[in-house]
């Protein structure tokens, strides 16, 4: 599943926003867990 699909499987309309989200809460960007 690609960051776009699960950005919008989550609710959000803008995958710059979920990143920043997904940073805050992980410590990480999302790009660091890909696979």
């Known amino acids: 599943m ?3 699909e699960v950005t919008s499987y ?3 309309s803008h995958q710059n926003n ?3 989200a ?3 809460y ?6 660091e867990l890909k696979n």
Do not use: R
């Open 2 to 4: 690609s960051i776009s």
């Open 10 to 12: 989550v609710g959000f």
């Open 18 to 20: 979920f990143s920043i």
């Open 22 to 24: 997904f940073k805050k």
């Open 26 to 31: 992980f410590g990480l960007p999302p790009s």
